[in-house]
């Protein structure tokens, strides 16, 4: 049996008829920015999440540093601050950071479910310390009353990196602010890049929209110094079709998950543990973890299941950020947690189009697996 690592066939069997439709009515309308659809979607996301407003945006790298730039235009924090990252989490999150002109502190996760080690908070804070910016990793939310608690305390922002969560019960609860990224393998994911800020807190969305937008709330008046991201019509009509449908779609990941992690008996191969609200993680990606990370990747793809790694080099240890530590544009000290997870980490195929009889056979060739 052939498993692919994720496969869009479901997209197209759903929904084939109705994107057709829906890019036939963007060609029609001969509005490709800023129009109808994406003020539908923006209006729908908010209120699927349970916010009073959404912003559209280019991607969710975008996403990320505009809702930074947005707190620190509304005088919230300044330039230099420091913002809590988890140590384990794709670049971009770091990335944006230091395209806010913040610096970076990372932080171990914790090794069970990989997502930041809440204990750890009090010692990485600093007196430049301003924010923390969690990251959702895999779809499983950190446990927000823990941060939230925490940042109320020291008096700190707290926002979400929410590129992977698509749907997660509590995402975006009780946080300043969060950020997705509608790249189309993601939960919800477009036909194309995507992203969007979502918030409660109405001043800083229109911030997020300005900056977006040229710095621009009128035509030719620029407030801000703004870049180009703006969310278009066929993505944003493309998002609206499929929005529908993103709970019965992590309903059927979190059926997938509960077997792997039920199943899955090989002592070679640790599994995340499923939480204690299931709705809490929406298994964007299953990892497993093994010492023997390449050989068990090789194993599983002769047998025709398709792997990948996310993410093989953590942030601290990529070459974009030599220096940064001396010249004080990142912060962290021993992160042993984080390199082992990325030396150790194998994500196994996971999507609403797998069949019962992939699961079984995926399940079953990580237990025949030895060294």
Excluded at 119 to 137: E, F, G, N, P
Excluded at 241 to 269: F, T, Y
């Amino acid at each position: 049996m052939n498993v692919p690592f994720y496969s869009l066939d479901y997209v197209n069997r759903a929904l084939g008829d109705a994107l057709r439709e829906s890019f036939s009515d963007v060609l029609d309308s001969k509005w490709f920015i800023r129009g109808n659809r994406c003020r539908e979607f923006e209006e729908a996301f908010a209120s699927y999440c349970g916010k009073k407003a959404c912003v559209g945006v280019g991607n969710g790298l975008d996403a990320l540093t505009l809702m930074l730039r947005a707190s620190i235009q509304l005088g919230r924090m300044q330039q230099g601050d420091e913002v809590i990252v988890p140590a384990n989490t794709f670049v971009a999150t770091v990335l944006a950071v230091r395209a806010a002109g913040l610096v970076p502190v990372l932080v171990e996760p914790n090794p069970e479910t990989c997502v930041l080690d809440t204990s750890r908070l009090a010692d990485a804070c600093s007196a430049k310390t301003r924010a923390i910016l969690v990251v959702h990793l895999y779809g499983r939310l950190t446990d927000m009353p823990a941060v939230c608690e925490f940042a109320k305390a020291k008096g700190l922002l707290v926002f979400e990196d929410a590129a992977q969560a698509h749907g997660a019960s509590g995402v975006s609860y009780s946080s300043n602010a969060a950020a997705y990224s509608f790249y189309p393998t993601k939960n919800l994911g477009a036909m194309g890049d995507g992203g969007a800020v979502v918030t409660d807190d109405l001043e800083l969305a229109q911030v997020v929209r300005s900056l977006g937008n040229y710095g621009s709330v009128e035509k030719y008046v620029n407030q801000y110094v703004g870049v180009n991201s703006r969310l278009d019509e066929v993505q944003a009509a493309v998002l609206l079709a499929k929005l529908p449908h993103l709970d019965s779609w992590n309903a059927r990941r979190q059926q997938i998950a509960a077997r792997c992690c039920a199943e899955i008996k090989n002592p070679l191969v640790r599994v995340t543990p499923v939480p204690a609200n299931p709705k809490s993680h929406v298994w964007h990606v299953f990892p497993v973890f093994c010492e023997t990370r390449d050989d068990l990747q090789k194993f599983l793809k002769d047998r025709g299941v398709e792997t990948l790694i996310h993410y093989p080099i953590p942030p601290h240890l990529q070459e974009a950020f030599n220096g940064a530590l001396s010249r004080g544009e990142l912060r962290h000290g021993s992160l042993p947690i984080a390199e082992k997870l990325a030396k150790t980490e194998l994500s196994i195929p996971m999507g609403p189009s797998m069949t019962d009889d992939q699961v079984s056979y995926v399940i079953e060739s990580i237990n025949a697996y030895a060294r």
